[in-house]
DNA sequence: ATGGACATGTAAGGGGTTACATGATTGC
DNA sequence: GCAATCATGTAACCCCTTACATGTCCAT
């Protein structure tokens, strides 16, 4: 349902081949959203279908064919819609918390390998978001708004901060696992 | 394919009904999974397809026939091997995250009222949180090992931490688009 | 000549949601 | 009389993933 309402949400900011939007969600909103290319070609079906999206094709004598998409004026209604809607839920599925819950099966050697394997990720993760705004910028501040640009700034912060919380979380628990072991070995 | 895991972990702790199965997760792990009692039925057929669970059936006379589903050594096997298998990735989809995200065709005020609405959510999902550990030990101290209760508090942590998180993600958003708003009218 | 950027799709299948269907017993 | 608890399922549909299929131009 939301892969439809983020590449409606591009096509607000520039007309767009699916190619490019494509491009666009691996660039930006992949740490909240991300889709198969082949995925974004079928939603752009569907939703030209419903007449949503419009294209019109231009053909490239040095490049491939290629079909730009643009909003329409019931897409932009429906986007909006979507967008004003507040009942989204704070519940989410984590199958990486499901494995802790059930670690009692596991030892506490192997928790503590996982919960280092996690919080290097997320380390990982962090670090690569440093760059994302300014490649974002870069790409879209001439065709943008500038108002977009706190909201950019806005959602990154929060993965920024998410990543954070786990590496504080995973390292106290991997405290707490340690002196089980410390006891286990008395 | 997570649910079929979630499901072989509870049938660690004790033989149970597609029924229990269903309350089991709603009691416990719905802040890091949750099904329709329906899936629930349907992933018990192909589980026992596979052969990584068996059933004897129970004939009530008081109440319904029931079916008590059993883990196999196989299920056992398929379990463990997911529990020990450390590439889960950091990245999840979150709509509201995009909605946040694409706020730029909105209005502070409206985006305000979202966070708030976000915030306050947040706020009550927290508070719900206080008594699952309780909840959880309650019912089934007297069937589980203790040392999975760590690990049930570590799961129940993360939760709590997360939603402290946003909690005060939302609290700075909101001032940054006040201050946005002040601008505006000046 | 090899690989990357450009560009668009189809097919099969998995996992999940929503809605519907049934029916007995127990407690207020 | 009505709702809750116990108890199990089917049907339709949607969204997404993985794999496959095709083809050109340009730079190294």
Known sequence: MS??????????YNDMTGYHLAKAFRSSIHFCWYAQTSQIYLE???????????????????????????????GKQEFLQWLN???????????FL???????????????????????DCKQYKSDMECVPQDLIYQYKKTVEPEHTLYWD?????????????????NSCIKA??????NMQK
Request: proline share 2%; net charge positive; glycine share 6%.
């Open 3 to 12: 892969l439809t309402h983020g590449i409606l949400g591009f096509l607000c």
């Open 44 to 74: 752009l079906s569907k939703l030209e279908q419903k007449k949503l999206v419009k294209s019109r094709l231009v053909i490239q004598s040095d490049k491939p064919n290629k079909k730009i998409y643009s909003i329409t004026d019931s």
């Open 85 to 95: 809607d507040n009942h989204d839920g704070v519940g989410f599925k984590n199958a």
């Open 98 to 120: 499901m494995k802790i819950f059930f670690s009692g099966n596991s030892t506490p050697e192997k928790t503590i390998l996982k919960l280092q394997q996690f919080s290097s």
């Open 154 to 170: 806005f959602a990154v912060e929060f993965i920024y901060q998410y990543m954070q919380m786990c590496i504080d979380w995973a």
């Open 177 to 182: 696992l340690s002196e089980v072991q410390e």
